[in-house]
T-cell receptor, first 112, second 115 residues
Framework: DGGITQSPKYLFRKEGQNVTLSCEQN?????MYWYRQDPGQGLRLIYY???????QKGDIAEGYSVSREKKESFPLTVTSAQKNPTAFYLC???????????FGDGTRLSIL | AQSVTQLGSHVSVSEGALVLLRCNYS??????LFWYVQYPNQGLQLLLK??????LVKGINGFEAEFKKSETSFHLTKPSAHMSDAAEYFC?????????????FGDGTTLTVKP
C-alpha cells in the first residue's frame, strides 16, 4: 500500500542535541511538507519542498533544517537552536494540482 | 493572503444528533477546500474536498459539506453522530496558484460525542 512513513513515533532530545525525524513516501508525490502541531494551535508549516533538491521555509523554520536529496525522502532536523522543540511533528506529501495532502502518523518529540 | 477560521474549538453532541462544524475562509481566488479528521496520536485523514463543480460534497463516514461562496463558508455536517466520530477536525484551503502548493489550516475543532 502507498503511504507516508514517519519514524520514530516517539523521540527524546537531550539539551544541546540535534535530532532527525524521518519521513518517507512511496506515493510518487512531488511535494512534501513538515508541520508542527501544538495543543490548540492547529498545524504550523515548518518547511516544504516542491521538487527534489529544492525547499522553502515555512512560517516557523527557525531552529529546523531539512534536505530533499530523493523524491521519496524529506528528513527534518530539529537543531539545538530550537529552544522549545516539544511537539507533535507531521509530515505530508501531495501530488501536483489541487489535491489534498497525505499525512504520516507523526513523531512526538519530547525533551529529556 | 488566505485564511481559515473554524468557529468553536470544542463541539459536543449526543450520539445520534446532528453534527455541525463551522468553517469560514478568505481567499483572493477561487478556493479549493478540504476537511480532514485527526484521531489521537495519528496524522490527518482526508474527509472530503471541494475543487469545482457541485457545491455539496459528500465524504467518507457519512460526512458532507456545502461550499457557499456568498458566505465564504464550508461547514461540515453529519446527520447522526456516532461515538467513533469523536476526533479533531481541520478545515483547510489550498491556493495552488499563489501559495506554491501550500495549504492553510484552521486551528481545529474537537468533537466530543456523548452516549
Amino acid at each position: 500500500d502507498g503511504g507516508i512513513t514517519q519514524s520514530p513515533k516517539y523521540l527524546f532530545r537531550k539539551e544541546g542535541q540535534n535530532v532527525t525525524l524521518s519521513c518517507e513516501q512511496n506515493l510518487n508525490h512531488d511535494a512534501m511538507y513538515w508541520y508542527r502541531q501544538d495543543p490548540g494551535q492547529g498545524l504550523r508549516l515548518i518547511y516544504y519542498s516542491q521538487i527534489v533538491n529544492d525547499f522553502q521555509k515555512g512560517d516557523i523554520a527557525e531552529g529546523y533544517s531539512v534536505s530533499r536529496e530523493k523524491k521519496e525522502s524529506f528528513p527534518l532536523t530539529v537543531t539545538s537552536a530550537q529552544k522549545n522543540p516539544t511537539a507533535f511533528y507531521l509530515c505530508a506529501s501531495k501530488a501536483q494540482g489541487h489535491q489534498p495532502q497525505h499525512f504520516g502518523d507523526g513523531t512526538r518529540l519530547s525533551i529529556l | 493572503a488566505q485564511s481559515v477560521t473554524q468557529l468553536g474549538s470544542h463541539v459536543s453532541v449526543s450520539e445520534g444528533a446532528l453534527v455541525l462544524l463551522r468553517c469560514n475562509y478568505s481567499s483572493s481566488v477561487p478556493p479549493y477546500l478540504f476537511w480532514y479528521v485527526q484521531y489521537p496520536n495519528q496524522g490527518l485523514q482526508l474527509l472530503l474536498k471541494y475543487t469545482t463543480g457541485a457545491t455539496l460534497v459528500k465524504g467518507i463516514n457519512g460526512f458532507e459539506a456545502e461550499f457557499k461562496k456568498s458566505e465564504t463558508s464550508f461547514h461540515l455536517t453529519k446527520p447522526s453522530a456516532h461515538m467513533s466520530d469523536a476526533a479533531e477536525y481541520f478545515c483547510a484551503v489550498s491556493d495552488e496558484n499563489t501559495n506554491a502548493g501550500k495549504s492553510t489550516f484552521g486551528d481545529g475543532t474537537t468533537l466530543t460525542v456523548k452516549p
